[in-house]
């Protein structure tokens, strides 16, 4: 069996005093799509900062590509072919649409460099950052700019996505597109791991999924499984699947 693309074991995070991460065990696979769920305060934030290197792991190992990377640097990382779209979505707002994506593009030093074709393959996901390429990033509404964040990540090709609660506060027709974009992702072999309260959203997508408690997973399996099996939700998250189609 292939070696996961990403891999937590017995990971906790402290920050200052408090102990947020409690031994994560978490795998992502090539390829696939992991939903990170769980209630509020939970620790999926915070998974996904110490993975990035912004918050160091206390103890236990965060392995990319079977190298463990809990001590490098979130530039290091980076490089390694990992994108992190955080929740607040990181945009310069002062920037236009343009420069922020120019910004994300580490090998370009001119808009010219970043090859056309990809980016030609993103307006297509998102025809919006087309039409508004000089204007603020400011200026955007909230599903714009979370449309230009995804878009940024992707600017070049990275093996793995971080992406914090995507679908929050966006239109269904947004959403949608979000839906289209990462499955468009997928096919090209890029790994997500999600982190999503939009459950509906998260079943179209996942094909793994794990729920954190208390700064634990506890649990892991199928999207297909979760979905499927109404007991399990209300157990793992008190809530059924089938109240947010």
């Known amino acids: 069996m292939k070696a996961p693309l990403l891999e937590l074991e017995g990971v906790h995070t402290h920050i200052g005093a408090y102990h947020i991460l409690h031994g994560v065990d978490l795998k992502v696979g090539h390829g696939e799509l992991t939903v990170l769920l769980g209630r509020n305060g939970a620790g999926k934030t915070t998974t996904l900062r110490t993975i990035m290197g912004l918050w160091h792991a206390s103890s236990g190992g965060v392995r990319f590509e079977g190298e463990d990377i809990h001590a490098r640097t979130t530039p290091e990382i980076a490089r390694l072919g990992i994108a992190y779209v955080p929740e607040n979505m990181g945009i310069f707002a002062d920037l236009t649409v343009r420069e922020n994506m120019l910004l994300a593009a580490r090998s370009a030093k001119r808009i010219d460099d970043i090859d056309s074709k990809r980016l030609d393959w993103i307006f297509g996901l998102f025809p919006a950052l087309r039409r508004f390429w000089q204007h603020p990033a400011g200026l955007l509404s909230g599903g714009q700019k979370q449309m230009m964040a995804v878009a940024r990540a992707i600017i070049e090709p990275r093996q793995l996505l971080l ?83």
């Open 163 to 245: 992406i914090d609660e995507p679908s929050k506060g966006l239109a269904p027709a947004i959403i949608q597109n979000m839906i289209v974009a990462f499955r468009e992702l997928k096919q090209k072999e890029t790994s997500i791991l999600l982190v999503e309260q939009n459950f509906n959203f998260a079943r179209q997508l996942g094909d793994q999924v794990a729920v954190m408690d208390g700064g634990r997973i506890v649990h892991t399996g199928s999207m297909a499984e979760l979905a499927g099996d109404e007991g399990l939700q209300q157990r793992l998250l008190g809530l059924s699947l089938a109240a947010h189609q």
